[in-house]
């Protein structure tokens, strides 16, 4: 594990106020980066930006479950409600970060990992910690990103990389088990990503047509409810 668990937003908090900044792809993930640490963060101090990453880790996989299930009902940043299920995966992975948690909560869990202090019984409990947290780092800013902007997630899908960063790199580098970012190839595009997002624009287009269809049945429907 890196540091400890604060971290300073990069968020301008001066009411009614105006800072340019020059958008870059890097830029661009940065802020959907720090987005998802703070989905995970609790706010300690507001005129510093001060936040901590919850240190519970029963309590970050309800929060990371919590946040899975949004972007898939489309409650999350950015999010089209009228396109509510083309994240469908993120369905799944709420369920799965749920059982993670339920793990964690489990009697067997906490009473061995409190009373027999060896790394067979520790180490599960540390590596799922581990993979449920970077797996969220990754694959949250995707999808915020492509919610806000899909011809920028385009754009920029092969720009982003942990260690070209400027303004929170090192936020994310004092994160638990930030040692792992090289293995993860510093949350790089992948082929996985690119056949998978690559695939929304055709699955969108089946909610809008679905839209469609809905929105031309309504005056039959209202006919149909007059004359019965």
């Known amino acids: 594990m890196t540091g400890s668990l604060e971290w300073q937003s990069n968020t301008n908090t001066t009411e009614n106020s105006c800072k340019e900044v020059q958008c870059d792809c890097s830029t661009f993930w940065e802020i959907y980066q720090q987005q998802a640490i703070m989905r995970l963060s609790n706010l300690q101090d507001q005129k510093t930006n001060t936040y901590k990453l919850e240190p519970g880790y029963e309590a970050r996989a309800r929060r990371i479950a919590s946040v899975y299930a949004k972007i898939y009902l489309e409650q999350e940043i950015s999010g089209n409600k009228q396109l509510k299920g083309r994240y469908y995966w993120m369905g ?40 449920n947290l970077w797996l969220f780092m990754d694959i949250a800013p995707w999808h915020y990103g492509w ?48 056949i998978g997002f690559a695939k929304l624009p055709a699955i969108e287009q089946v909610f809008k047509q679905s839209l469609a269809e809905q929105k031309n049945l309504k005056p039959l429907q209202k006919i149909f409810f007059y004359i019965f």
């Open 147 to 194: 919610s806000a902007s899909s011809f920028s997630f385009n754009q920029c899908k092969v720009q982003r990389n942990v260690s070209n960063y400027r303004h929170i790199k090192k936020e994310v580098m004092n994160l638990p088990w930030s040692n792992c970012l090289p293995v993860i190839s510093n949350l790089q595009c992948t082929n996985e990503i690119m």
């Open 92 to 131: 799944l992975g709420a369920f799965a970060s749920k059982t993670v948690a339920a793990v964690f909560k489990h009697g067997l869990t906490r009473n061995g990992y409190k009373w027999i202090p060896l790394g067979f019984v520790r180490d599960p409990v540390h590596s799922f910690a581990k993979g």
